[in-house]
């Protein structure tokens, strides 16, 4: 989706704005980079992820979302 790119360079040029967004970011959010990654499933693709410094902490996956779409959670669920 053309649209995604906006997301992507958002977050590829400030990661933490996601964390801004949390209630609860990780003290360690300025460590994080964003990366676009593709799960070999069926090819699975996801708008970005935001890779933790280290392997013990929280790896957050990013879903831009631009319409309505009711089953978006249901879907990603069965994944």
């Known amino acids: ?8 360079q958002l977050f ?3 990661p933490t704005l996601l964390f801004s967004l949390l ?8 460590q994080y980079r964003f990366d676009a990654v593709e799960v070999k499933e069926t090819s699975f693709r996801m708008d970005g992820v ?9 790896i957050y996956f ?4 631009f319409q309505l779409d009711e089953l978006l959670y249901e879907r990603m669920k069965s994944r």
């Open 1 to 8: 989706m053309r649209r995604d790119s906006i997301f992507y």
């Open 50 to 58: 935001f890779i933790p410094p280290t392997a013990a902490d929280i």
């Open 23 to 30: 209630p609860q970011p990780p003290i360690n959010a300025e």
């Open 62 to 65: 990013c879903e831009v979302q």
């Open 12 to 14: 590829r040029q400030s």
